[in-house]
């Protein structure tokens, strides 16, 4: 696994929007398969993938995406559904076609059927080349609470009382206003993923950083399991290395030379 140290977000996003920016310039014949996030952590570099794409340096023409999760009951265009958030933040600004993005119905009948559909959809497109993901403050990946299985595939979710408070900021500060349960990839489905590329920023993630990177791979923090996988990488800031010892953050800083602060 790969920590990639930077001074601060912005840093952090402009080099994760080059890194995939790269990866999908490079790759050749069939679509490229991105999983995508939602949450603060991506912003900056949605913002930056836009830029790139504005200045003719990046299409997503042939990009196919599956995005992480969604609220169970919210129907698509509630303000507050990831929907909504990939549509403002990043799909509507970019040349992707719709019938290429895929993010899992939240209001569908029979949300076991929607999340076993989707594992199809996924293994039809040829897997995911590049997931890309973020971290709750308790480690949680995509919406897999502490105490998810390490093998888990797309499935619904209970929430835990901390991301309903967590995440109640966006829902009028009310933790009861927001859904108690969701749909998620699972860790195995992250885990089958070419490639894993997680943003860690803040010192509100401190504690999951440090979980996930000198803690064994445990269930408690789900994103620890990266530890297992053949290709990934954590890019954060300084503040978020707040809880690691020193000599982790110069062993890392080592490794990845001076590029990063
Ligand atoms: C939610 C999402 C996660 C996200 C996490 C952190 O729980 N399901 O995918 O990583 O929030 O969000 P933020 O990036 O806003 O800190």
Redesign the pocket.
């Known amino acids: 696994m790969r920590l990639v140290i930077h001074e601060d977000y912005e840093k952090v996003s402009r080099w994760t929007a080059a890194y995939i920016a790269e990866r999908i310039n490079t790759h050749k014949g069939k679509p490229f398969v991105l999983g995508l996030?939602?949450?603060?952590?991506p912003l900056g570099t949605y913002k930056e993938l836009i830029q790139l794409h504005k200045a003719g340096k990046l299409s997503f023409a042939n990009v196919i995406t599956f995005n992480?999760?969604e609220y169970a009951g919210l129907p698509a265009d509630h303000e507050q559904s990831y929907h909504r958030f990939m549509w403002d933040n990043l799909f509507s600004h970019i040349d992707i076609d719709k019938k290429n993005v895929h993010i899992l119905n939240g209001m569908a009948k029979d949300l076991k059927a929607e999340c076993a559909a989707y594992e199809e959809a996924i293994s039809a497109a040829g897997g995911i080349d590049l997931f890309l993901?973020?971290?709750?403050a308790d480690g949680?990946l995509?919406?897999n609470e502490p105490g998810s299985s390490l093998v888990s595939r797309t499935r619904v979710k209970t929430l835990t009382h901390d991301?309903r408070i967590a995440?109640a900021r966006f829902f009028g500060g009310d933790p009861v206003k927001v859904p108690g349960t969701a749909l998620t990839v699972g860790v195995g489905t992250v885990m089958s993923a070419r490639e894993v590329v997680i943003i860690v920023t803040g010192h509100t993630k401190a504690r999951a950083l440090r979980d996930a990177v000198e803690g064994g791979v445990n269930h408690m923090c789900t994103l620890s399991c990266i530890q297992m996988h053949q290709h990934a990488i954590i890019v954060c800031d300084e503040t978020a290395t707040d809880e690691l010892k020193v000599g982790t953050v110069r062993y890392f800083k080592g490794i990845e030379g001076p590029g990063c602060s």
């Open positions: 996030p939602t949450g603060s952590s992480m999760d993901g973020g971290a709750g949680h995509a919406f991301t995440n």
